[in-house]
């Protein structure tokens, strides 16, 4: 597999119930990001990893959200919590750490529905 | 901090036609990407330029970053209906990591 896998496809959850998400990049990509995208608007930043550490985190990201990538390779998602507001496309991409002159590769993302 | 805004919002072109959208900083960017997603997928990666006037071509595909570098377009010539999607501008805020989407522009082509 070259490309960004990401499990599940679609989750729906009731308001309060925790979800956790995975994200499986490219074996030869050190570099993982997080990102959300609602209805028309452009992917927003969460969080990014270089190998098993944690670099950055959004503003965005209140403390009901947590992310790990334990090991350097696959990451998980978790949402505690969940609020009808944290409905939307949880996309990860990955990227070698070259100056991104090769760009993000996206997974097909993970569609949230909290009712 | 730094955003990009992006003009049209929409457009709608009839195949065949030209389509160009702008990518506009207030401030210098150090570097810009292009990506495209058509409806209910994912981003796809076209392109990264980084240098003041850099053009760039893929087939039908032109790109653009403007002499100043807070300027940036894509123009698409004779555009066919695989080109429907929205196209979206980001950059790396001082050539770092973590890429900022501009608000993108959908594209409809219309037989």
């Known amino acids: 597999d070259t490309g960004v896998s990401q499990d599940p496809r679609h989750k729906i959850t009731k308001r309060g119930q925790n979800v956790t998400f995975r994200c499986d990049p490219i074996?030869?990509?050190?570099?993982l990001y997080w990102y959300r995208q609602t209805l028309g608007q452009g992917p927003e930043f969460l969080t990014y990893f270089q190998n098993e550490a944690q670099l950055e985190k959004s503003r965005l990201l209140s403390d009901r959200f947590s992310a790990e990538r334990p090991k350097g390779s696959f990451s998980t998602l978790e949402i505690q919590r969940t609020e009808q507001g944290d409905s939307a496309m949880y996309l990860c991409?990955?990227?070698?750490?070259?100056?991104?002159?090769?760009?993000?590769?996206f997974g097909s993302g993970t569609r949230l529905t909290v009712v | 901090g730094q955003q990009v805004m992006q003009i049209p919002q929409y457009q709608h072109v009839q195949e065949g036609e030209d389509f160009t959208t702008y990518c506009n900083s207030s401030?210098?960017?150090?570097?810009i990407q292009w990506y495209k997603q058509r409806p209910g997928g994912h981003p796809v990666f076209l392109i990264q330029l980084v240098k003041s006037g850099e053009v760039k071509k893929q087939k039908r595909l032109t790109f653009q970053f403007g002499e100043a570098k807070k300027n940036s377009s894509l123009h698409i010539t004779a555009t066919q209906t695989t080109d429907v999607g929205t196209y979206f501008c980001?950059?790396?805020?001082?050539?770092?990591?973590?890429?900022?989407f501009g608000t993108g522009t959908q594209l409809k082509v219309e037989l």
């Open positions: 980001a950059f790396r805020p001082g050539g770092g990591n973590k890429l900022t």
């Open positions: 991409a990955s990227s070698l750490a070259t100056g991104g002159a090769g760009g993000y590769t």
């Open positions: 401030t210098t960017l150090s570097n």
């Open positions: 074996s030869e990509h050190n570099r």
